[in-house]
Nanobody, 115 residues
Framework: QVQLVESGGGLVQPGGSLSLSCTASGSIPGFNIMGWYRQAPGKEREMVATATNGGWKNYGDSVKGRFTISRESGWNTVYLQMNSLRPEDTAVYYC?????????WGQGTQVTVSS
C-alpha cells in the first residue's frame, strides 16, 4: 500500500501563483514516477506534470513555461509550483505515484483561478 498526502491549492486571482505538495509513504517501488494530474468539470483528467525519481520531468503542453515540478527523492515528495495562473487552470488536482504494478492516486485538491 502507498499513501499520498496532498497539500496546497485554494483560490487565486488570474496571474497569481499557488504551490502544491504531495508526500508518499508505504511500499514505494524503487523506480517510480510522481506527478500531478487535473480534472475540470465536464472534462477528462489530464496530465499536468510528472517527474521520475531519476530526475526526468514531463509537462503538459498547456502548462509549459508556467508550472514547475520538483522532487525530493529521499522523501518521496513532489511539488508543483504554478505561476501565471489562468481561469482555465481551475480544476481538481490529483497527485499520482506509479511504477511497475503500482499505481496510486491522492484524494485531490481544488485549485480555483478567479477574480
Amino acid at each position: 500500500q502507498v499513501q499520498l498526502v496532498e497539500s496546497g491549492g485554494g483560490l487565486v486571482q488570474p496571474g497569481g501563483s499557488l504551490s502544491l505538495s504531495c508526500t508518499a509513504s508505504g511500499s514505494i517501488p524503487g523506480f517510480n514516477i510522481m506527478g500531478w494530474y487535473r480534472q475540470a468539470p465536464g472534462k477528462e483528467r489530464e496530465m499536468v506534470a510528472t517527474a521520475t525519481n531519476g530526475g526526468w520531468k514531463n509537462y503538459g503542453d498547456s502548462v509549459k513555461g508556467r508550472f514547475t515540478i520538483s522532487r525530493e527523492s529521499g522523501w518521496n515528495t513532489v511539488y508543483l509550483q504554478m505561476n501565471s495562473l489562468r481561469p482555465e487552470d481551475t480544476a481538481v488536482y490529483y497527485c499520482r505515484l506509479f511504477g511497475g504494478v503500482t499505481d496510486y492516486w491522492g484524494q485531490g485538491t481544488q485549485v480555483t483561478v478567479s477574480s
